[in-house]
């Protein structure tokens, strides 16, 4: 369960994921820096699976993971996040996998590049979505009224900076219910927001561990560029 945003800009972007989970599901560890065949990528950690659900690498290229409707799989979907983390072609990787194993999902691919590619899988069947205009929202209640009331708030607030991003995030509209950005059910609620900025030579992932309408203070890690990251091939132009 998630509401992911984004904001792109010269040379950059911003990626915004808020995390919903029942109360009774371990609380994630805050991002570290892993490293897989050379490659360095920032991920927190969903301690019950080992898995993640947003990563970003030194490429400057994040996964973002929502779940979809249905359960099921033998494998938890966000080993999926770890196994496209480190990759520079994440897309080329996902179409070369075998998904039968993960219960459906949209998956979010985002480079500096500012190419933003939304894939769904279905269970059965993998598809790149053409409407990829923020925000996407994934909730195990009421999974399409949710969607419809974030992208309605999103759309009246117009965000146009982060600090209008992290408003919406931190939102209780239409009311702190399943519906809402900040979300607070009797049984789950908002636990965590992740964010994700890239600029030149620089890669950044902050985290705030619990809802945004409690001001929780992140704990922020970054990295530095690759030296052949997309800043370094196109700086000068």
């Known amino acids: 369960m998630c509401t992911v945003t984004w904001l792109c800009g010269r040379g950059g972007y911003d990626l915004l994921c808020s995390r919903d989970e029942k109360h009774t599901r371990k609380a994630a560890a805050p ?49 999926l996040v770890r196994d496209l983390a480190p990759s520079r072609q994440p897309t080329a990787c996902l179409l070369g996998m075998r998904l039968d194993a993960f219960a459906p999902f949209t998956l979010a691919l985002l480079d500096p590049a500012l190419s933003l ?3 769904d899988w279905d269970g059965q069947r993998l598809k790149r979505l053409c409407d990829t205009a923020p925000p996407l929202a994934s909730s195990s209640l009421a999974m ?10 999103f759309e009246s607030l117009r965000p146009r900076s982060v600090a209008d991003l992290f408003a919406f995030h931190a939102s209780h509209r ?33 985290y705030h561990s619990g809802p945004l309408c409690r001001s929780p203070l992140p704990s922020t890690v970054e990295i530095h560029a690759h030296h052949n990251s997309y800043w370094d091939i196109h700086a000068g132009q």
């Open 31 to 79: 991002p570290r820096v892993f490293d897989h065949g050379g490659v360095r990528w920032i991920a927190p950690t969903d301690t019950a699976s080992d898995g993640t659900w947003i990563s970003v690498n030194e490429f400057g290229i994040s996964v973002c993971l929502l779940n979809g409707t249905g359960s099921g799989g033998r494998n938890s979907r966000g080993l």
């Open 117 to 119: 590619a939304v894939w």
């Open 144 to 153: 399409l009224e949710a969607r419809s009331a974030r992208r309605t708030l």
């Open 174 to 206: 239409p009311d702190s219910g399943a519906l809402a950005p900040c979300m607070h059910r009797s049984d789950a609620s908002t636990v965590s927001l992740t964010h994700v900025h890239t600029g030149p030579g620089r890669v950044e992932m902050s």
